[in-house]
């Protein structure tokens, strides 16, 4: 599903050049719940931007789905994030101004979709997320675990191919983090690729495989022991 | 995808009602400002026959004495009598008119109506098929009338209206100055502008209402209007026949390059001619100069006028200038929108569509409220007691203009604005570690 080969990511500047990844390997099979974890500034959150085409690596390749993605330009890139790709972002980054239906309708828009297919798949995202009741609300009338359902929810009613997840239970207390997790198993365990960048032990613990960048760099492959709940960091 | 950018606009225009007004009125009243100037220097500089105006000439020579000499000055803008009856009867153009304006008592028939001054032009036979003049009823007088002298008279449709309500009056009989004349035409609506033909009597204003062959007026000893020079040391008491006084119009209508060469030699010739018989004492010095050429020699359009739309639309710049600002921090404070929708499948066309779109509501609306301003304001002109003023009303190709500019101007000021938007790196603008 995801493959990127020898993947490097510079940030030029006049007196020095600073790489956010280097010589960064990764593959992630259709199906598989990938987490991703590292100190901050390690380059996990430059990985998940190349991996969802936000960002050009400046060398090595990227294939997603089987196609060379890394040098593809802007309206290609778009359009790949439109069909392939959902994202989950830590802060929920849902439009303020856009009722819950109308914010999870914005991706389907992009896809020049009829208006009964995005009428739908809207209700069936909702549904998913236990939400459908709350179609007319507004974000700031919802709580944050009710808000990071609704961005899964636009997420998933574009049917990717990859779920990118970035700290998705960063800004949420314990509990609502519980269930925002099972809710990502849930889809995980209906065939959903997802991958998820986390500082939380805890929750890496709960993905099927963990991939820990230290200075842009993959430093272990492993698969979690699933079963212990407190494994902090998996080391070779 | 049109239809969910002009939904978002709304949404987005009615979250924020007092910025919307703002920038609405900033575009209204540069629009409004613009278009107001804009329409009165249209009017002004009006080309007031389209269809023939470059086959229409105002011939010069320069019959001038020595005295205050100045080599390359311009020639006299009107004719003396003997040289415009002699260029008349030479008949060298494919039309031609010579022509005065003046005033005259029209003393009605019905009782009802006192006698009143009406002003007049005495012209000759082609004065009418030259301009191009509209019939309602009948048609003007013919060469032989005007060698005749005859008292034939053309009125205008007020004066048709006020005199006659309004009926066939060919035929009829008008009383002016104590002499009756038959009304062989009548007008309809007529009013050039500017008066192109005579811009001694008021630049922009009706045309007369009574019009009588110039010998006619001439041998009746019929008041006279406009402006005279005179030059020599011998006075008249008839400086109208004097070949030392310039007082008459003269206009030719020539069809081809051809024959306008041709009447420039003729012009030439003419005043070798004259030199010969003991006039004209100055170097040849004739001009030819077509009807939108004379009105741009004779400086119709007020300097002011000009200075007015310049100023006005500086004005617009600086409304614009306003707006951009305002829209640009508008969809500024939105980059966090514009990540999201990037990072979601939107391209950097679509956010710009998107915002240009909103950018062109706003136009919209400030097209409507410019149109009413410059309603406003073209109202306020008319009420000014200038003689152009009653012409300042907005046209169909104004209104076109107008919603155009509006467009244009408020596309312009979104341009910079959409596409700084759709410049959001939404990797930078999502980023949360």
């Known amino acids: ?236 | 995808m049109f239809r969910y950018y002009g939904w978002l606009a709304a949404r987005s225009l009615r979250k924020n009602p007092a910025l919307t007004v703002l920038m609405v009125i900033a575009i209204g009243l540069g629009i409004g400002a613009s278009i107001t100037t804009l329409t009165v220097l249209r009017v002004l500089s009006g080309d007031p026959l389209p269809d023939r105006s470059a086959h229409l000439f105002v011939p010069q020579i320069d019959p001038k004495s020595m005295d205050d000499f100045h080599p390359g000055e311009e020639p006299e803008d009107q004719v003396t009598y003997p040289d415009g009856v002699n260029l008349l009867n030479a008949r060298r153009a494919d039309r031609q008119a010579l022509m005065s304006g003046g005033a005259v008592v029209v003393q009605p028939d019905n009782a009802a109506i006192d006698p009143y001054m009406a002003e007049a032009r005495y012209t000759t036979t082609d004065f009418f098929a030259m301009f191009d003049v509209p019939f309602r009823y009948g048609s003007g007088w013919s060469a032989a009338d005007d060698d005749a002298h005859a008292r034939d008279v053309v009125i205008s449709k007020k004066l048709n209206d006020k005199v006659f309500g309004g009926g066939n009056s060919v035929g009829k009989t008008l009383r002016l100055q104590s002499t009756e004349f038959r009304v062989v035409g009548v007008l309809d609506a007529w009013r050039p502008a500017p008066h192109f033909y005579d811009l001694n009597i008021g630049r922009y204003g009706e045309s007369e209402e009574v019009f009588v062959p110039l010998e006619t007026a001439l041998e009746l000893e019929m008041g006279r209007n406009g402006s005279m020079n005179c030059w020599g040391n011998e006075s008249t008491d008839k400086p109208e026949r004097s070949p030392d006084c310039s007082w008459m119009q003269f206009w030719v209508q020539l069809d081809t390059p051809e024959k306008q060469k041709a009447y420039e030699a003729f012009l030439d010739n003419y005043s070798d001619e004259q030199r010969g018989l003991g006039r004209f004492p100055r170097p040849n010095n004739v001009r030819l100069r077509n009807l939108m050429q004379w009105l741009d020699y004779q400086k119709v359009v007020p300097s002011d006028v000009r200075l007015q739309v310049w100023l006005s639309f500086g004005f617009l710049a600086v409304c614009l200038v306003n707006t951009i600002g305002l829209m640009l921090a508008k969809f500024l404070r939105r980059s966090g929108e514009v990540a999201v929708r990037r990072a979601i499948g939107a391209s950097r066309r679509e956010v710009f569509v998107q915002f240009l779109v909103e950018a062109g509501a706003v136009g919209v609306a400030g097209a409507v409220l410019g149109l009413l301003l410059a309603l406003l304001g073209l109202w306020g002109v008319r009420q000014q007691p200038g003689d152009y003023a009653s012409l300042a009303h907005l046209d169909l190709p104004m209104l076109l203009i107008t919603v155009l500019l509006a467009l244009a101007a408020s596309l312009l000021s979104g341009l910079l604005p959409a596409w700084r938007a759709c410049q959001v790196a939404p990797a930078l603008q999502l980023k949360s570690d």
């Not at chain 1, 802060?91 to 297919?117: C, K, T």
């Open chain 1, 1 to 236: 599903m995801l493959k990127m080969s020898h993947l490097s990511k510079s940030f030029r500047t006049e007196v020095v050049e600073t790489y956010a990844l280097r010589d960064f390997s990764i593959e992630v099979r259709e199906g598989e719940f990938v987490a991703v974890t590292g100190p901050s500034g390690s380059g996990k959150t430059t990985f998940l931007n190349i991996a969802g085409l936000l960002e050009t690596p400046t060398g090595g390749s990227y294939e997603l789905d089987g196609e060379d993605v890394s040098r593809l330009g802007d309206d290609a890139r778009s359009r790949i994030r439109n069909g392939k790709i959902g994202f989950i972002f830590q802060a929920f980054n849902l439009i303020p101004d856009l009722n819950i239906h109308d914010n999870v309708d914005v991706p389907l828009r992009y896809r020049r979709m009829s208006g009964s297919e995005r009428k739908r798949r809207i209700g069936e995202a909702l549904e998913r997320v236990g939400l459908s009741a709350r179609m007319r609300h507004y974000p700031a009338e919802l709580s944050g675990g009710q808000q990071q359902r609704v961005a899964i929810a636009r997420a998933l009613a574009g049917s990717p191919k990859l779920l990118l997840a970035d700290e998705p239970t960063g800004n949420l207390d314990t509990q609502m983090a519980r269930a925002v997790m099972q809710l990502l198993e849930e889809i995980h365990r209906d065939g959903a690729t997802i991958v998820m960048v986390t500082h939380d032990p805890e929750l890496a613990a709960r993905a099927q495989r963990n991939v820990h960048v230290i200075d842009g760099q993959v430093v272990d492959l492993g698969e979690a022991p699933r079963l212990h709940m407190n494994v902090t960091r998996v080391h070779a």
